[in-house]
């Protein structure tokens, strides 16, 4: 069975244009790693580029779903992301909200996809969700602790060795 033109151009539009938010996503996070990195803060800077990888991932999984449905995955101009944060919980609050639009967006498509009866789709947005909740939750959580260190040094440092810790374990 050939799955050639099998989404509907909707569908295809919708997860196409995942593509741009995935890598706008990265960038954003390889920014703000670079940002933390010149800081001193290695920990959040590593945890920064891990976020930055697992967005392009995604991105890769969305270009070969397109691929594989026969729809040639299309890239466009991206835009480029900040670079400049007044403190950690100022970067953070722009993480939470990027999170919280992502999870938006997946429930979206998914969304796009139950108007067009496209389980297929569905199915394979539904990979992302899971992960999508835990790190909104997780970004959420990383900002309310850096506004409960406030200016406190070593509050912050704990926090940086924290993030550092957790790059490892899922790098
Ligand atoms: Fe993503």
Known sequence: MSFRKSLDEEVAAGLNEQICIEASAA?????????ASVRGLTGMAKWFRA??????THMNLFVDYLNDRDHQAKFATI???A???DSPVEAFDLVRTQEHKLLQRMNDLIDI???HNDH???????????Q???DTAGADDVHDRLTLVGSDGHGL?????????EADAHG
């Open 132 to 134: 999508q909740i835990a």
């Open 113 to 115: 996809a139950d108007k």
């Open 120 to 130: 297929l789709t569905q199915s394979f947005l539904t990979q992302f969700v899971p």
């Open 27 to 35: 960038f954003l996070y390889f920014s703000m790693a670079s940002w």
């Open 51 to 56: 976020e930055a990888a697992g967005e392009l």
């Open 157 to 165: 440092i704990l926090i940086d060795q924290e993030l550092g810790h």
């Open 79 to 81: 835009e480029a992301p």
């Open 83 to 85: 670079c400049e944060w």
